[in-house]
Every structure is written in structure tokens, then in C-alpha cells.
């Protein structure tokens, strides 16, 4: 989860993102870095869902390409992690 407005963190997130098969990314429009603090119901229940679909194993590992992205490679799947 990142806000819009956490400029030095929107980049880091799109990384983790695209690095981590796991990893999902929640936008917070209008928002900086203490999501929080700022939307606190709207992130209580973002991650009560998430909890609830990995408690339910219904949090899927996605597909990524194994090309390189803005400079940085991806590696392979043991120096990724899940």
C-alpha cells in the first residue's frame, strides 16, 4: 500500500511490486505516507481482506517476465523473494 502523494516511495513499491510474485500494490489517491493514520477504515479493511485471502490461500503467486526492468534485473527464483 502506498499513497499517491509518498513521492519517495511510489517508485520503491512499483519495484517490490514487479520483484516479488506475491506482492499486490494498493494505491491510496490523495494520500502520503501515513495511510494509516489518513484512511483508517479503508486500510483496516484492506488489510483485513488481504489477511483473509492468505489465510484462505487465495493470495496467488502471478506470473512476471524474466526480463529486465528499468535497469535492474530480476534474477532468478531463489534470489526473489516470495
Not at 502520503?32 to 503467486?61: D, K, M, Q
Amino acid at each position: 500500500m502506498v499513497g499517491d502523494e509518498d513521492e519517495p516511495c511510489l517508485d520503491v513499491n512499483l519495484f517490490l511490486k514487479r520483484a516479488i510474485r506475491s506482492a499486490g500494490l494498493t494505491l491510496y489517491e490523495r494520500c502520503g505516507h501515513l495511510l494509516n493514520l489518513e484512511e483508517p477504515a479503508r486500510f483496516n479493511a484492506s488489510i483485513a481482506a488481504f489477511l483473509h485471502a492468505v489465510e484462505n490461500g487465495a493470495w496467488p503467486l502471478r506470473d512476471r517476465p524474466d526480463q529486465a526492468f528499468g535497469g535492474i534485473g530480476l534474477g532468478t527464483d531463489d534470489e526473489v523473494a516470495d
